[in-house]
Antibody
């Protein structure tokens, strides 16, 4: 049974960098069968895709966040991480990691982590 | 950028059929996925490739797609189906989510 677990600080100061890690169990990031994604959800609002990474290190990012986002992978720890720089209150959200099945023209996310709430405030 | 539009809310009586739509330009040429999210929980995949269900999802959830619209249909709606539902598609190396539909079972 595949499980994903987000971890990281729940409070980040404005203008600083948000950093989260997703630990994968029950599957190997190195298998190459999936992409590994970050998605966020502000309170009471919808889902926003942040970006994804493949085992090779290849990434895709949401154009609206691309200038501030870096996703990296640690195959030895079976983890992938998110860095979001220059955060503002608008970045306050629950951040989910998810395993993504991608078949060129379409994709889906399953399973998802439980989510990590992050508040940007001084 | 590509957009997916969902009705903010849909209401249904127990035992009746609920239909949740997702509209986007030429969405019928793409493949939609659907997620169910209950309060305080993570989203759960309920449909992928427009019509396919993960093994744990009951048969009363079904999907279709044509033209500019994909649909999630819940037959014999139960109280446990009350949740937010999101559609999602892939477009030009980007993931797009619909705004979500709150399904209320009255």
């Amino acid at each position: 049974q595949v499980q994903l677990q987000e971890s990281g600080p729940g409070l980040v100061n404005p203008s600083q960098t948000l950093s989260l890690t997703c630990t994968v169990s029950g599957d190997s990031i190195s298998s190459g069968d999936y992409y590994w994604s970050w998605i966020r959800q502000p309170a009471g609002k919808g889902l926003e895709w942040i970006g994804r990474i493949y085992t090779s290190g290849s990434t895709n990012y949401n154009p609206s966040l691309k200038s501030r986002v870096t996703i990296s992978v640690d195959r030895f720890q079976n983890q992938f991480s998110l860095r979001l720089t220059s955060v503002t209150a608008a970045d306050t959200a629950v951040y989910f990691c998810a395993r993504e099945t991608w078949l060129v023209q379409f994709n889906w996310f399953d399973p998802w982590g439980q989510g990590a709430p992050v508040t940007v405030s001084s | 950028s590509y957009e997916l539009t969902q009705p903010p809310s849909v209401s249904v009586s127990p035992g009746q059929t609920a239909n949740i739509t997702c509209s986007g330009d030429k969405l019928g040429n793409k493949y939609a996925s659907w997620y169910q999210q209950k309060p305080g929980q993570s989203p759960v995949l309920v449909l992928y490739e427009n019509t396919k269900r993960p093994s744990a999802i009951p048969e009363r959830l079904s999907g279709s797609s044509s033209g500019n619209t994909a649909s999630l249909t819940i037959s014999g709606t139960q109280a446990m189906d009350e949740a937010d539902y999101y559609c999602q598609a892939w477009d030009r190396s980007t993931v797009v989510f619909g705004g979500g539909t709150k399904l209320t079972v009255l």
